[in-house]
């Protein structure tokens, strides 16, 4: 059962890590263009979401390569730990 749970809690910190920088972006930029509507008076929609679609997108490419590795690291960590879940130590 230790196996199983350190793989939860690495599953789940390896989640956290890789989720935080593209809702850290799309956060900012939210709150960014949030003031600039609040400042103009401009309510349009599309001014709201392409400024978001594109500072995310270049987010996961900038962090793509990095959270591929992490997933690489952890998909071969739950690989290695499969005959240690199997005995159920």
Same mark, same amino acid.
Do not use: M, S, Y
């Given at each position: 059962m230790d196996a199983f749970?350190?793989?939860?809690?690495?599953t789940m910190a390896v989640t956290a890590v890789l989720c935080l920088p593209i809702l850290a !972006?799309?956060?900012? !930029?939210?709150?960014? !263009? +949030?003031?600039v509507q609040a400042a103009t008076q401009i309510?349009?929609?599309?001014?709201?979401?392409?400024?978001? !679609?594109?500072?995310? +997108?270049l987010t996961i490419v900038l962090f793509g390569p990095w959270g591929a590795s992490?997933?690489?690291?952890?998909?071969?960590?739950?690989i290695a730990a499969i005959p240690q879940l199997v005995r159920g130590r």
């Open positions: 749970d350190g793989l939860l809690r690495e !972006v799309g956060a900012i !930029v939210g709150l960014g !263009v +949030a003031i309510q349009e929609q599309t001014l709201t979401l392409l400024p978001k !679609v594109v500072a995310i +997108a992490l997933l690489e690291r952890l998909f071969t960590d739950a």
